[in-house]
């Protein structure tokens, strides 16, 4: 990541497909997941000159990598360029970006979603603020669903048993403002549905809808919907949560 950066006037890549091959022969691979677990969660903040990523998923769970904690938990370990590894959520460093003012959005502060997936709502507030509408309905097995809308940060949570299961992100509209944190997996909020392909590959799933269409990467957890002028309406992350 350095040495694309010093090579690209201090730009970060938005995807690791552009280290390769240049940089590096191949994408990374987890060595107990035997996969590219790190790809979709890579964040980049080039106002920030900072990035981060993760091991998505819960391959070291059976792995001890922190003397704290008496295994690894789900999305761990992490890193990041400014502050380096991470191996659990105990870790003395913090991986979540310390808010920043931004010149692109009237004085509001820069939000990373980096590491909101599991936490609670007091952590994701701490981030936001308190959510302008909270409500809860009954899920699968029992499940309590938390729905939280922060419509002056652009961006809506839900919680799966008190724990974050999907967010997502949204363009200005209506009572929404847009979103203007960093994006993760090396998107943007202004791409086009070409470009989204061209970043993630062909969609699992993809149709029109009454308000223009939408778009499903079901094996990396991503939904983005379109209006019918083609221009984005919202970006979701998500994680099946444990049922």
Known sequence: MERYSKDHGGLYPQSFLQLVPDYIENLPVCPV???DTYSRSLEVSN??????????GDHHLGVKLDEA?????ADYPRYTGKEGLFLSPVDKRTLVVTPSPSPTSGGDTEISIVGFFGQDQEFVESQLGPAGEFITRSGPK????GLADYTERGVEVQYWNGKVSSVTLHTEGGDWAGYSGVVPAGLSLDMTADQIVAQL????????????SLMNFTQLGINVTFHKDGSMNKLSFWKKPDQ
């Open 47 to 56: 106002k920030e000159a900072n990035f981060s990523f993760y091991c998505s």
């Open 142 to 145: 029992d499940a309590v669903v």
């Open 33 to 35: 997941a035997k996969d």
């Open 201 to 212: 590959g062909a969609p699992d799933e993809r149709h029109s809808t009454s308000d223009g």
């Open 69 to 73: 904690l008496e295994k690894t938990p």
